[in-house]
């Protein structure tokens, strides 16, 4: 069954992340005032939502086949990351069209403006995919960091087969081109295992996804460092 979270409120805004995603070094802060200002501005307009389901993993050994119950493929990644798991919670989450045109809206007059909009919606979607594990946590459930479609050997043609098994159109409007780009563009899919055993009950986010990304030479976590 395709559930729905909907949080209240996220957690504050991390300024170092949104300064990380727009590629600046602590030497090279920008005005703060811009900042604060488009932060004021954007904030109100993200209406954060996630559709998601329970799926039966079977890990067939051959080949590095998995078998994630709305799809089957081979991938050494997603075999290492759910060897001990019974089960994948596969989600979607998206901040909403608002968000996205609030960037269009602000591009046509400022691109620097625009880029760190950009920064502030890749800080708030990781935001919004960090509350729905805390959420998960706190219910019970010992789950692995997240993994999404088109990093380490995981396809990106995965999101037809994720977009089906959600229903992400009818669920939180999010749609999929033919060329597998989300609108709205700050969305994110991912997976991640169900473990057996007794889950910590205290809420905590899983570690950076940058600390388990296989990309090493991205500028991003370059940035962080």
Same mark, same amino acid.
């Given at each position: 069954?395709?559930?729905?979270?909907?949080?209240?409120?996220?957690?504050?805004?991390s300024?170092?992340?949104?300064l990380? =995603?727009a590629?600046?070094?602590? &030497?090279?802060?920008?005005?703060?005032?811009? /900042?604060q =200002? #488009?932060?004021?501005?954007?904030?109100?307009?993200?209406?954060?939502?996630?559709? =998601?389901?329970f799926?039966? $993993?079977?890990?067939?050994?051959?080949?590095?086949?998995?078998d /994630?119950?709305? *799809? @089957?493929? !081979?991938?050494?990644? /997603?075999?290492?990351?759910?060897?001990?798991?019974?089960?994948? $919670?596969?989600?979607?989450?998206?901040?909403?069209?608002?968000?996205?045109?609030?960037v269009? @809206?602000?591009?046509?007059?400022? &691109? =620097?403006?625009?880029?760190?909009?950009? *920064?502030?919606? %890749?800080?708030?979607?990781? %935001?919004?995919?960090? %509350?729905?594990?805390?959420?998960?946590?706190?219910?019970?459930?010992?789950?692995? @960091?997240?993994? &999404?479609?088109?990093?380490?050997?995981?396809?990106?043609?995965?999101?037809?087969? $994720?977009?089906? +098994?959600?229903?992400?159109?009818?669920?939180?409007?999010?749609? #999929?081109?033919?060329? /597998?780009?989300?609108?709205? +563009?700050?969305? $994110?899919?991912? #997976? +991640?295992?169900v473990?057996?055993g007794?889950c910590?009950?205290?809420?905590?986010? !899983?570690?950076?996804?940058? +600390? &388990?990304?296989?990309? !090493?030479?991205?500028s991003?976590?370059?940035?962080?460092?």
């Open positions: 069954m395709i559930r729905l979270f909907i949080p209240d409120t996220l957690p504050d805004v300024h170092n992340e949104v990380r =995603y590629g600046y070094r602590k &030497s090279t802060l920008p005005d703060t005032d811009t /900042l =200002y #488009l932060l004021e501005l954007s904030l109100p307009h993200i209406q954060g939502r996630i559709c =998601y389901d799926f039966p $993993v079977c890990i067939e050994g051959q080949q590095d086949m998995v /994630l119950g709305f *799809a @089957r493929l !081979s991938s050494h990644s /997603l075999c290492q990351l759910l060897a001990d798991s019974k089960q994948v $919670v596969l989600f979607a989450a998206t901040l909403g069209l608002n968000f996205d045109r609030i269009a @809206r602000t591009a046509k007059t400022s &691109s =620097y403006d625009a880029w760190i909009l950009h *920064a502030i919606g %890749a800080e708030r979607i990781e %935001a919004l995919a960090d %509350a729905f594990e805390i959420m998960l946590r706190s219910q019970g459930y010992d789950i692995t @960091r997240r993994f &999404s479609p088109g990093y380490g050997d995981v396809p990106l043609t995965l999101q037809r087969e $994720v977009f089906s +098994a959600l229903d992400c159109p009818r669920k939180i409007g999010l749609t #999929l081109t033919e060329t /597998l780009l989300m609108s709205p +563009a700050k969305s $994110v899919t991912a #997976l +991640a295992g473990r057996s007794t910590d009950q205290s809420p905590k986010p !899983s570690m950076h996804q940058c +600390a &388990s990304c296989s990309l !090493s030479n991205c991003l976590r370059d940035s962080r460092e």
